[in-house]
């Protein structure tokens, strides 16, 4: 319990640091940029780089970048361990991959895309508060409160129905990935099966193939779903 709450901690203060850094390092390049450069940008886009962009990298770095190397170092080790326990089964191992690998990379543009439009329109609801807020008096003196109120909830809403469909994207990927899965050990099951029946396998072997291969698929499976 002392080590998981020291190895959070420490996580969360390096992140932190980390972003404070970049924001300070993003704000002063954009003070070192032409005119034209922010004739051409909007003033929501530009504090939604400063703010939830390096938030987004903050979230990644006291969260998930520790699992995810572990992952990778224990998928590593695993794979030395089937290798070594059957090289003929550790080969039907790899038939899931390209499956995989085809999924990952479909969801992975998917959500890029996603993800830009959600920033897109998550820049278009801080410029509409960059806009009203500083300028809050001629507002009222033109009595507009209630056009700055639809402007806002349009806005807002575009930022749903944006995150909307990421979610729907990303809310398909993770059982698409449990899937490809558990068909992977489907075809481990059978192919040990023949193997056991043809001589080639022993029956412990293959139950201590089948543990690790399990513990493989479900690091692998955290993986994929960190990578998009």
């Known amino acids: 319990w002392l080590l998981s709450w020291a190895k959070q901690w420490t996580l969360a203060w390096v992140s932190e640091r980390i972003a404070a850094d970049l924001r300070n390092r993003t704000y002063s390049h954009m003070h070192g940029l032409s005119l034209d450069f922010f004739a051409t940008r909007r003033t929501g886009d530009l504090i939604a780089r400063v703010g939830s962009d390096t938030e987004r990298i903050n979230n990644f770095l006291s969260i998930h970048l520790v699992d995810f190397s572990s992952n990778v170092l224990l998928v590593v080790l695993t794979a030395v361990v089937l290798v070594w326990l059957s090289p003929t089964l550790a080969l039907f191992t790899l038939l899931p991959f390209p499956l995989m690998a085809w999924v990952v990379n479909v969801v992975r543009e998917r959500m ?106 479900i690091r692998l499976e955290s993986i994929v779903r960190m990578l998009p």
Not at 135 to 155: H, I, L, S, T, Y
Not at 184 to 210: K, Q
């Open 112 to 217: 890029r895309r996603g993800v830009t439009q959600a920033g897109t329109a998550l820049g278009d609801m801080t410029s509409v508060l960059a806009d009203a807020i500083p300028g809050v008096r001629v507002v009222k003196a033109f009595a507009q409160e209630q056009r700055e109120c639809d402007r806002f909830a349009a806005a807002n809403a575009a930022v749903v129905a944006a995150n909307d469909r990421v979610n729907v994207v990303w809310s398909f990927f993770g059982p698409l990935v449990s899937l490809t899965n558990e068909l992977g050990l489907l075809v481990v099951w059978a192919a040990g099966a023949w193997l056991v029946f043809g001589d080639g396998l022993t029956v412990g072997t293959l139950t201590a193939f089948l543990a690790y291969i399990s513990r493989f698929y």
